[in-house]
Structure formats: structure tokens, C-alpha cells
């Protein structure tokens, strides 16, 4: 039987010691109205073999196009000791490190974590995981609600160029809880949220803002200067950031005169395959004040009956296994065994390693904007600074083009005019240090064909 | 210290940090990339100023560290882990290949309709499949743990009680046994959870529940079996009650492992359910996670559903959104969830077939049961010995914490030193001293044997040398940590010394 050991006679040894005549006797609890016979919709059983040669051919079904799209979830090179480590049975097939003693592998890695994603944001704590970037906004807009004592309204200002998803999860996430969050324009020459905008906002209530670096858009935001402003209002700073920029541009540690009072982001860039959209993991950093408002878990370091260093989970209190009802958040299972190959790649890279990451994404990025915007009809949506994805306006619809280069093994981008329809035909296209100069330039060879048959609109 | 266990002591310093294998000048050199071509300049305000303090070591050093820091833990592939509630089954080797093949781990969530039809395939009949064991109409697949999918679920609840215009639903039933993630859920859906007394056979008290239902009632979280380990066995009744008061069922799937193609929460009358599809469906645990929480959903709540959901239409599949199902709580995900745990229990569940899941439940159940009749014969004390034992089961070691001082805990961090990890401990609350133990059906017989055997060794330490007991464990890495420090002097990040 698959993964069952027993074998006829072990069966008859257990029903014996129990002392019932068949195994079907132990559901006689069960009101026999409710038992079913054959389970529909679940077809025969397969072995290994067959189970593979059909994911195989699914695989098979969805190849391996040149992917040009970031939006979130980036193609970065994963070195192969990070799943080689990660998968080994002793971290993959373990359970949440409830018993200290017996889990001080996972216990000591999770705060290698900590320090690790605290030393790159420039923040003082860091929880060990939440499940991805955009439930990290919505906790972090639940946390400054209760961090920000002041502010009464629960009013979050959130940046219209944030990334849509993050958004959208935001909203779902929080609005049973009355949090109000209003969406903050962006300057259309620029692509950035800029200060005179929030003048209409001064001298309100507001608990926190948002501030996405590089936004959604790839471009950098005035971060010192927004910081700045939210704290003269008296809101909070919830940063959401990319790691991998962060071994270039300034940790939200050190924005503004004060810093930000949360940091998160996704860590899908940091040892996560792309993998269809999960799992990846979410990180939660803040300032020590707000320590007791955070959500998840958390792993100190103490010491042992004689004294030895050892690693335990802690400040406990806040978790719903202890508070329940009162507990900062209801999440239990968190994003561990990617918060581990975020930790091994974090480990591999080092800081001048992740250095060259970010740097190769940044000229790959440029090669392929100054490709794709020398055919006619593509330009540049906003001029300025952006990290490793950016913003092309185009002269025709984006859905047919894309869907033309997806015939050509080539995924061009994500379509932008659904989301922003006041930018027209627009994509967003991004190069990870994964693409080569031959890959460029065969999407701008592609897309050149693909744009003297779609016409112009 | 006994003799024996002074002697397990290793002679080898504790492993360092990571942060320790630095040297300046050192580092992984074949992992960086290629610095190729120029890089835009990034306006001086915008840069970093100090690179941050991460290791700089040999890649040899990190492999040698992380392998030896998976050396301390204890995990199923290890060891046998007893976990009440956790469902801590074998992981099959060939889920995780099937999820990491190269198409699927490079597949991007945003990919094209041309790249995507094997995937959302696996998806598509993982969500039938999802609906056929737990007999519900609607499957949605996003939710990211069993956590996640209890709040898709109260939400859904809100949703469809707003939409009748019926808005003073605001309270959730809870019995006082629940998990703490049902009334933490609750209040993230912003309602207020009121718990309802159990009886002392472990059934919800049905008149507590009659007096505590009305006009306020958005509706219950029970799992079934309950958290003490039993069928609840007037659940139909429990369905009627609630329905009449006008509230909804919500199933917390944490023990489906119990009832897999035996019974389905959709016939017991339940209108919403999340499945943790890393315990009943195999995925790992991963040392705390990932999970996948997916939510089945009755007739009343179908509208509701959190998108994306996968749907198939002349042959080709496509993602459902806000706009196909516009009363939908909405997007609690940025794509679409933990895909790659959502491919590896689709794998699982090809693999056991139609045959195989009911066999879970069987053999689930089998293994529970013996082991609380081999255990009582050892002289522990079962919390509801009249009750058959459903996949896990409760003992109540109050007697020996009153005869000999020797507590739930002391028995669990002991069991470390025999090789087996502790079952769940003081969870349920309401029985005193407890254990709560699962065995799950990919353990054989000479396992459990070895673990009843080891339960009555320390059964005997306890009588002749409970201090044995008190100081456990004796064989570890570490010896019990001050988890008071911990929390006090509160040190939760490496720092560079100051230079």
C-alpha cells in the first residue's frame, strides 16, 4: 500500500491488542447516515514512475520561455547549494521548532535570519517569516495600527504606485477591521509619489504611510523626503522594499532624519524560484520599540542549564497559541524553509557578492531598455533613476503583442494597461542579471517582427 | 546526570555563527555574476552608504555550516515525531522532485495563457479533487496555511451575512478546546469568538450551544474530530442548531487525516472548510512552514470565494478574478499562493488515488488506536477512555504529576533522550497535564512498539529518579534554555562588534 508499512499481520496484532474484530469497528463513532462508499472525483492511484512521466509531460506542456517579466517575482540566479542545503531531510521534514532542544538547527538559522535581514534593512528586529510580500503590507498596516498610539483613525496612506496585488491583498486583508486605506497618486512625469502631493493630507489624522522603493514602476522614490513628512504628520513609516536593491540604495533604517518604523518586502529575489508564484516568503523588520506589536514568530538567544549558548522562540505572548483572541495576528504556519534559502543565499552572496547582483540587474536592464526603445513605436513611460524594471510606452495594444511573443517562446512583460489605463498600450518589462546580452537581443529582434504585423492602434 | 547520558556528550564546541566564519577578503566568488556593461547611476541621496554585515566566507564553509546546523534537529526523516494535531507523515521524495522541475520552479506567476496550461491543469484537478474528499462544491487554492485559510473562511462568512444585509453577525463559536488560530482568526475578521463548554465525554455541550446561538451568531469553527480526539458525534445535531439560528459551519481541516474517505465535512452539514495540505497532504512542514491552507465551499458561500480560482472552458484553463466572481472577498495573495506546495500535494494525491485516501483514514486510525491501548497497558491514563481514539488521542499525566512531581513536560523533553520527538504538549488546554499524540499511518508497528517501550522506561525513571526527569534532556545540543532570559534580555540579531 502506498506509504503504508503494515503488513496483514501486523494488522491482526493491532486489532488484536485493541480488541476489535476489523478495523471498520474503530468508525463506529460515526454516524452511519454520514459515511460515504467510493470517493468521487479522485481517480486511481498512480506509482512513482506514472506520476512523473505525467508532470513530465505538464512540464513539458509549459517549456521554458525567455522570461522578461518581473512584476513581483524576479528570475534570479539561485547558487545550487541553497536547495541542496534547504531540502536535506533534517530542515525539510521538520515541524515548527516548539521543542527547543531538538530544533536548534532551524532555531539558530531563523536568527541568523534575523540578522542577517535586519543588518541588510537597517532595522533593529525581524520576525522569522511571513508568507509573502503583499500579507506582509497587510500585517504591517494592522501592526502600525496598533504601534501608532496617537493616531486614532486607522487611516493608512498607500501609494497608487504599489505594486496592484499588494494592494488588492491589503484591502481584503484588513478592511473587516475598519482600517481605512486611501491610495496616493503618482506624478506622471516622473512615476514618483511626490511630497506636494500629500499636501492636502497635512494637519489630518493618519496612522501610517506606505512607501514602496523601487516602486512598482521600477523607479526610486523620494524616500528620505516622504519619510520626513509622514513622521512631522505624526504617521508611521511602513517601508516596502526590495532586498536585493538594498545592496545599493539606502536601507529604510536610515531614511529621512528618523528611519522607518517597518520594513517589509518580499524575499522571493533571495534563493526562491519563480515557481508559479509560491512559496515564497515575506519579511517583517522594525524598530525594537515596536517589538511587542509584531506578528509571527520570533527566535533570542540564551543560554542553557550550564550555560551554554542556545536559541529558543520568544516573546511568545504575542502569538495566538498563547494570547489566542488577543494575539498580534492569526498566523501560525509561516514561509520557514524559504526563509531558509533566503538565509543560505543571503550566507553564499555575502554583501559584495549580492552587490554584483544587484549592479548586473541594473546594467542588464538598461541593455535591454536602449534595445527595445530603438525600435519604433517603443519609448521610455518615465525618465529618472529605477532599478532593474521599467516602464515602455508603446503605439499599439500590449495584449496581442505579448501573446505573439509567447508563440516565439519569449514572456515579454506584464501588460500595465488594465492597471493604469490612463498610460494607454504600456509594459513593464524587466532583465535580471539571469539575461544575457543573446537573450536582449533576441527579444528585440522578436519584438520588431511581432510589431510590423500587430497594428497600430 | 546519569552515567549514560554524561557519556553522549560531544567533545565538539557548538557551532559558531555563520557570522563567525568571516574573514575579510573571503567570499562564494563563482556565485557572483558577471559585472558586464555599465549600470546606471543611482543619485547619491539614493545610495547606500556602508555595505551591510553580512558573512563573507567560502562557500565550503557556509555548505559545512548549514549541513551541520541540520544535524541538530530532529525531523520525520530522522526520527519519529509524534506530533498531536500536526499530522507529521512521511514526505515522499518524488512530490518535491515533480515541483522542482525546471519548467515548474521557472515558471513566472504573471506567465502567458501559452505557458501556463500544464500547470493550471495540475491545478485544476488538485481543485476536483480537494472537493471530491471533502464533499464541498467550490475549491479555492490560494491560501497560504491553515491560518490563512480560516481567515478566507470567516471572511467569507461576513461576506455572505452583509450581503443578506444581515449585519449584526459578528460572533464566532468556538468550543473551549479550539485551537488558538480559531479565536485569532475571529478578530482578524473582526469578530468576537465565544466559546462554548465540551462535556466530559468530549462532545460539545449541546444545551451551552443551544443558549449561546442567535441574532449575533455569524457562525462555529469546530474541527471533527475535535482537538481532543474524538468524533464528534451529534455534529448533525451541532449543524442544526447553528443553521436554525441562522449562522454558518466553518471546518478547520487540522484533522482531516482522521475521517479521508470515510466521511465528508460537506455531508455533516458544514458550509466552508480549509484543508492544511501540509498534514493531510504530505507537503513538508519545512521547519515551520511553507503550508497551504485551501478552502472548500458550500452552495451559500460559492459567490464568495478569495480569487484566483482555476477554471476550465472549452479545454483551456484560465484563472478566475475579481471580475468573474465579483462578490469575491478578494485577493489575499499576490499570485496565487504557494503554488509549488499546492503541485507537491497533487502529486501526493495521484499518487494514493481514489484506494489509497480512504486507506489513510484507516490505517491513521489503526495506529492511533493501538498505540493508546498499548500505552494504557503500560499504566498511563487516557483523558477519555470511553471514547474511541480518532487518528490521535490525549493522555493526562496528572496523576503522576501529583505522586511523583514529574510533569507533561518532563516527560516530553525525556522522550528526546530515547530518540523520539515529544508529542504536542498542555494543548488542549482543558485537560491538565497532557499529551497529545499522533502517529499518522506511515508508521509501522515496530515504530510504535519502540515508542511504547520507551514511554515505560521513563515511566519507571519517574518512580525511581524523577530528577532524571526534571533535568531532561540529557543527550541534546543544549540542555533546556532559559526562556526567561530569552525574553528578558532580549537578543535577537548578530551585531559586528563596534570598532
Known amino acids: 500500500m502506498p506509504f503504508i508499512p503494515h503488513t496483514s499481520a501486523d494488522v491482526r496484532t493491532m486489532l488484536e491488542a485493541i480488541g476489535v474484530p476489523n478495523i471498520e469497528t474503530l468508525f463506529e463513532e460515526i454516524p452511519s447516515a454520514l459515511r460515504i462508499g467510493a470517493l468521487e472525483g479522485v481517480p486511481s492511484a498512480l506509482n512513482e514512475l506514472q506520476v512523473l512521466q505525467l508532470m513530465s509531460a505538464r512540464a513539458r506542456e509549459d517549456g521554458r520561455p525567455l522570461c522578461f517579466i518581473g512584476a513581483g517575482a524576479y528570475d534570479h540566479f539561485i547558487p545550487s547549494a541553497v536547495w541542496s542545503l534547504i531540502?536535506?531531510?533534517?530542515?525539510?521534514?521538520?515541524?515548527?521548532?516548539?521543542?527547543?532542544?531538538?530544533?536548534q538547527g532551524t532555531l539558530q538559522s531563523i536568527y541568523e535570519f534575523q540578522s542577517m535581514i535586519t543588518a541588510l534593512t537597517g532595522m533593529a528586529v525581524s520576525n522569522a517569516s511571513m508568507y509573502e510580500g503583499a500579507t506582509a503590507v497587510a500585517e504591517a498596516c494592522l501592526m502600525a495600527v496598533r504601534a501608532n498610539r496617537k493616531s486614532k483613525s486607522a487611516r493608512i496612506l498607500i501609494p497608487r504606485s504599489m505594486h496592484p496585488h499588494y494592494r488588492a491583498v491589503a484591502r481584503a486583508t484588513t478592511a473587516n477591521q475598519g482600517l481605512v486605506l486611501e491610495e496616493l497618486p503618482f506624478a506622471r512625469a516622473s512615476g514618483q509619489t511626490l511630497a506636494e502631493t500629500l499636501k492636502s493630507y497635512e494637519g489630518s489624522d493618519i496612522t501610517a504611510l506606505v512607501i514602496q522603493q523601487p516602486n512598482f514602476f521600477g523607479v526610486l522614490e523620494e524616500v528620505d523626503e516622504l519619510t520626513d513628512w509622514a513622521h512631522a504628520q505624526g504617521a508611521l513609516v511602513i517601508a516596502a522594499i526590495n532586498p536585493t536593491s538594498l545592496a545599493l540604495l539606502k536601507p529604510p533604517g536610515q531614511w529621512g532624519a528618523k528611519g522607518a518604523d517597518i520594513a517589509i518586502g518580499d524575499g522571493q529575489p533571495l534563493g526562491c524560484p519563480l515557481s508559479s508564484g509560491g512559496p515564497y516568503f515575506g519579511f517583517m523588520t522594525a524598530r525594537m520599540e515596536h517589538v511587542r506589536q509584531m506578528p509571527g514568530r520570533i527566535v533570542g538567544r540564551t543560554v542553557d542549564l550550564d550555560g551554554r549558548r542556545g536559541f529558543t522562540l520568544t516573546l511568545q505572548a504575542r502569538e495566538q497559541h498563547i494570547r489566542r483572541g488577543k494575539a498580534t495576528s492569526n498566523i501560525c504556519t509561516n514561509q520557514g524553509l524559504l526563509m531558509m534559502a533566503g538565509t543560505v543565499y543571503m550566507a553564499l552572496l555575502g554583501a559584495q557578492g549580492l552587490e554584483h547582483v544587484a549592479t548586473a540587474c541594473m546594467s542588464r536592464t538598461a541593455e535591454l531598455v536602449a534595445a527595445l526603445t530603438a525600435l519604433p513605436g517603443v519609448r521610455p513611460m518615465f525618465g529618472g533613476a529605477h532599478f532593474h524594471e521599467t516602464v515602455l510606452r508603446l503605439d499599439r495594444p500590449v495584449a496581442p503583442i505579448l501573446e505573439a511573443l509567447a508563440a516565439r517562446n519569449i514572456e515579454g512583460g506584464f501588460d500595465l494597461s488594465p492597471y493604469y489605463p490612463e498610460f494607454g498600450p504600456s509594459l513593464l518589462v524587466c532583465a535580471t542579471e539571469s539575461r544575457t546580452s543573446a537573450d536582449i537581443s533576441a527579444y528585440a529582434l522578436a519584438l520588431g517582427d511581432v510589431l510590423k504585423n500587430v497594428r497600430a492602434a | 546526570m546519569s552515567e549514560t547520558a554524561a557519556s553522549t556528550q560531544s567533545l565538539a564546541p557548538p557551532e559558531p555563527l555563520v557570522f563567525e566564519y568571516s574573514r575579510p577578503g573571503r567570499g562564494a566568488y563563482s556565485l557572483w555574476p558577471s559585472a558586464e556593461g555599465a549600470a546606471p547611476a543611482i543619485p547619491a541621496h539614493l545610495r547606500r552608504a556602508a555595505p551591510p554585515a553580512l558573512p563573507a566566507a567560502s562557500e565550503l564553509d557556509i555548505v559545512?555550516?548549514?549541513?551541520?546546523?541540520?544535524?541538530?534537529?530532529?525531523?520525520?526523516?530522522?526520527?519519529?515525531?509524534?506530533?498531536?494535531?500536526?499530522?507529521?507523515?512521511?514526505?515522499?521524495?518524488?512530490?518535491?522532485?515533480?515541483?522542482?522541475?525546471?519548467?515548474?520552479?521557472?515558471?513566472?506567476?504573471?506567465?502567458?495563457?501559452?505557458?501556463?496550461?500544464?500547470?493550471?491543469?495540475?491545478?485544476?484537478?488538485?481543485?476536483?479533487?480537494?472537493?471530491?474528499?471533502?464533499?464541498?462544491?467550490?475549491?479555492?487554492?490560494?491560501?497560504?496555511?491553515?491560518?490563512?485559510?480560516?481567515?478566507?473562511?470567516?471572511?467569507?462568512?461576513?461576506?455572505?451575512?452583509?450581503?443578506?444585509?444581515?449585519?449584526?453577525?459578528?460572533?464566532?463559536?468556538?468550543?473551549?478546546?479550539?485551537?488558538?488560530?480559531?479565536?485569532?482568526?475571529?478578530?482578524?475578521?473582526?469578530?468576537?469568538?465565544?466559546?462554548?463548554?465540551?462535556?466530559?465525554?468530549?462532545?460539545?455541550?449541546?444545551?451551552?450551544?443551544?443558549?449561546?446561538?442567535?441574532?449575533?451568531?455569524?457562525?462555529?469553527?469546530?474541527?471533527?474530530?475535535?482537538?481532543?480526539?474524538?468524533?464528534?458525534?451529534?455534529?448533525?445535531?451541532?449543524?442544526?442548531?447553528?443553521?436554525?439560528?441562522?449562522?454558518?459551519?466553518?471546518?478547520?481541516?487540522?484533522?482531516?487525516?482522521?475521517?479521508?474517505?470515510?466521511?465528508?465535512?460537506?455531508?455533516?452539514?458544514?458550509?466552508?472548510?480549509?484543508?492544511?495540505?501540509?498534514?493531510?497532504?504530505?507537503?513538508?512542514?519545512?521547519?515551520?512552514?511553507?503550508?497551504?491552507?485551501?478552502?472548500?465551499?458550500?452552495?451559500?458561500?460559492?459567490?464568495?470565494?478569495?480569487?484566483?480560482?482555476?477554471?476550465?472552458?472549452?479545454?483551456?484553463?484560465?484563472?478566475?478574478?475579481?471580475?468573474?466572481?465579483?462578490?469575491?472577498?478578494?485577493?489575499?495573495?499576490?499570485?496565487?499562493?504557494?503554488?509549488?506546495?499546492?503541485l507537491r500535494a497533487y502529486v501526493y494525491m495521484r499518487m494514493l488515488g481514489r484506494d489509497g485516501m480512504s486507506r489513510v483514514g484507516d490505517y491513521a486510525t489503526l495506529n492511533s488506536n493501538y498505540l493508546l491501548a498499548k500505552l494504557r497497558q503500560a499504566g498511563f491514563v487516557a483523558a477519555y477512555p470511553e471514547r474511541r481514539a480518532s487518528h490521535e488521542?490525549?493522555?493526562?499525566?496528572?496523576?503522576?504529576?501529583?505522586?511523583?512531581?514529574?510533569?507533561?513536560?518532563?516527560?516530553?523533553?525525556?522522550?528526546?533522550?530515547?530518540?523520539?520527538?515529544?508529542?504536542?504538549?498542555?494543548?488542549?488546554?482543558?485537560?491538565?497535564?497532557?499529551?497529545?499524540?499522533?502517529?499518522?499511518?506511515?508508521?509501522?508497528?515496530?515504530?510504535?512498539?519502540?515508542?511504547?517501550?520507551?514511554?515505560?522506561?521513563?515511566?519507571?525513571?519517574?518512580?525511581?529518579?524523577?530528577?532524571?526527569?526534571?533535568?531532561?534532556?540529557?543527550?541534546?545540543?543544549?540542555?533546556?534554555?532559559?526562556?526567561?532570559?530569552?525574553?528578558?534580555?532580549?537578543?535577537?540579531?548578530w551585531r559586528p562588534a563596534a570598532t
Do not use: W
Open chain 2, 393 to 493: 488521542f490525549i493522555l493526562t499525566l496528572k496523576e503522576m504529576a501529583r505522586e511523583q512531581g514529574v510533569t507533561a513536560m518532563d516527560i516530553a523533553k525525556r522522550l528526546l533522550d530515547y530518540g523520539f520527538h515529544a508529542p504536542t504538549t498542555y494543548f488542549p488546554l482543558l485537560v491538565a497535564e497532557c499529551l497529545l499524540i499522533e502517529p499518522t499511518e506511515t508508521e509501522s508497528l515496530q515504530t510504535l512498539d519502540a515508542f511504547v517501550a520507551a514511554m515505560s522506561a521513563i515511566r519507571e525513571e519517574a518512580l525511581k529518579d524523577p530528577e532524571l526527569l526534571h533535568s531532561a534532556p540529557h543527550s541534546m545540543p543544549v540542555r533546556r534554555l532559559d526562556d526567561v532570559r530569552a525574553a528578558r534580555e532580549l537578543d535577537l540579531a
Open chain 1, 87 to 103: 531540502t536535506r531531510g533534517e530542515f525539510y521534514s521538520a515541524y515548527t521548532p516548539y521543542q527547543a532542544e531538538a530544533s
Open chain 2, 64 to 342: 559545512r555550516h548549514y549541513t551541520r546546523l541540520s544535524q541538530l534537529n530532529f525531523s520525520i526523516d530522522t526520527h519519529f515525531y509524534p506530533l498531536g494535531s500536526c499530522t507529521m507523515k512521511y514526505n515522499p521524495r518524488a512530490c518535491n522532485a515533480a515541483a522542482l522541475m525546471p519548467e515548474f520552479a521557472g515558471r513566472h506567476p504573471l506567465a502567458s495563457a501559452a505557458h501556463s496550461q500544464g500547470f493550471l491543469a495540475c491545478m485544476y484537478e488538485l481543485q476536483e479533487m480537494l472537493k471530491g474528499v471533502s464533499g464541498m462544491q467550490g475549491v479555492a487554492l490560494s491560501p497560504m496555511a491553515g491560518a490563512h485559510g480560516e481567515f478566507a473562511g470567516v471572511a467569507m462568512i461576513r461576506a455572505y451575512h452583509r450581503s443578506r444585509g444581515d449585519l449584526e453577525r459578528r460572533e464566532i463559536i468556538v468550543p473551549e478546546a479550539a485551537h488558538g488560530t480559531n479565536p485569532a482568526t475571529a478578530a482578524m475578521c473582526g469578530c468576537v469568538a465565544r466559546e462554548v463548554a465540551v462535556g466530559a465525554d468530549g462532545d460539545v455541550d449541546l444545551a451551552a450551544l443551544r443558549a449561546a446561538v442567535g441574532p449575533r451568531t455569524a457562525g462555529i469553527m469546530l474541527t471533527n474530530p475535535s482537538t481532543l480526539g474524538v468524533f464528534e458525534r451529534h455534529i448533525e445535531e451541532v449543524a442544526r442548531i447553528v443553521h436554525e439560528a441562522g449562522g454558518l459551519l466553518y471546518y478547520d481541516g487540522a484533522n482531516l487525516n482522521a475521517i479521508l474517505g470515510k466521511v465528508r465535512p460537506g455531508d455533516m452539514g458544514f458550509d466552508v472548510i480549509h484543508m492544511n495540505l501540509h498534514k493531510t497532504f504530505s507537503t513538508p512542514h519545512g521547519g515551520g512552514g511553507p503550508g497551504a491552507g485551501a478552502v472548500g465551499v458550500g452552495p451559500r458561500l460559492l459567490p464568495f470565494m478569495p480569487v484566483p480560482v482555476v477554471a476550465q472552458e472549452v479545454g483551456r484553463y484560465r484563472l478566475l478574478d475579481e471580475k468573474d466572481l465579483p462578490q469575491s472577498i478578494g485577493r489575499l495573495t499576490g499570485f496565487m499562493g504557494n503554488a509549488g506546495v499546492l
